[in-house]
């Protein structure tokens, strides 16, 4: 790397690696895993927090531990770094609740610049306000999220909207991804607006020169496209041998219940190499129905298919987060519990991600290995598993793709797996 700098992502669901290969994603916190995470060579270190599913004083609680354990560890670090808050693209999450948590603990940092463009996905920003395929990104299915909708595409005013007015939205500047920072007041926060890669590559470019030549450290919360300019990493897609040798028949878990999830699952229902096996969301004790849903699985696994755990596509306002995780934890357990050997897995969805990785597999660490397709990261555990080995999984964000897209991860996965 031309500054050799590390840059330390707090990242609010799995998924947000999904431009990047090659470097760590921490699930467990400790002051010994965070020592080692940034003693890695790599340029990124991955702390995946979740916090997109959490409620605001978890999110409190989760991230001062954290700060509070990385800022001894930064008082003699001998690398120059930065500090990304990567969030959705879409513009869920909690902002600005992360950014005054990081920056007490971690700060005090120049200014803020807002940077929410995901070129891949068709996430641009222009003239301050954010677009979804070219059109203002409130009106998609993603702006009526029943815990972080939004009613304006224009990031000054969402910002203020956000904040409770804490953040003035006449004085959030608007700036070109090539313009410079220097004349950007402490404190201030700055939407960055970014059509391309290349522009995200020089907005990256101008954070490096502040920080190694001028001084100035900004916080950046972000989408994952600008990690690729301020890692120096292009992006990657993996191929066959990049893969590990396979052992079997893999498993798609999807818990994304966005409207695109539901079109992608009907799609790849269709797909004569895959069943489907439905978890109802509606039912209080799971062990009067999941020991049917195994048999189920194991006996679609023995026909060399592949099985597809879905939760009921029903409407699900109302399901606290709390909720949502349990749901999660519920289906990771059931899918796990089909036991050794599986190819890959597919995990659709964040919170599904997380769960499944976390408290399924119990893993503290994974190594990242790189794109599947554009936006899909496949990950194995670091080390290798007791049971699991390194079993290859695909963290499917919910809001990523076309309808297509899962069918077409699936159909790379199992081309692979037929051709071992």
Known sequence: MEHNIKIIVFDDDPTGSQTVHGCSLLLNFSSSNLAAGLADPSALLFLITNSRALEPEQVRDQLQLICARLKPLLENYQRPWLVVSRGDSTLRGHTPLEQELISAGLGPFHANLLVPAFPQGGRTTEAGSHLLHGKPVHLSAFAADQRFGYQTSVLSDWLATKSAGRINAAQVAILKANQPLADLAVGQWAVIDAHTPEDLDELAKTLRFELIDGGRRHFCQSAASLLNGLAELKPRLLSKADLPPCRGPGLVIVGSHVPLADQQL??????????????????????????????????????????????????????????????????????????????????????????????????????????????????????????????PIVTFPGNLGDATSLRQCWQLLEAWRLDC
């Open 266 to 391: 009907e799609l790849l229902l269709a797909e004569p190499g895959c069943r489907g096996v439905e978890y109802p969301v509606d039912q209080p004790a799971a062990t009067d129905f999941e020991p049917l849903l195994l048999t189920k699985l194991q006996s679609i696994r023995s026909q060399g298919l592949t099985p597809v755990l879905f939760s009921s596509r029903g409407e699900r306002r109302g399901f606290s987060p709390a909720q949502q995780q349990q749901l999660a934890l519920r289906m990771a357990k059931l899918a796990l519990s089909l036991g050794p050997p599986l190819g890959f897995v597919i995990a659709k969805g964040g919170t599904t991600s997380f769960t499944l990785l976390h408290a399924g597999l119990g893993l503290d660490r994974l190594q990242l290995l790189g794109q599947l397709l554009p936006g899909l990261s496949l990950v194995q555990p670091q080390p290798h598993h007791p049971i699991w080995g390194d079993l």
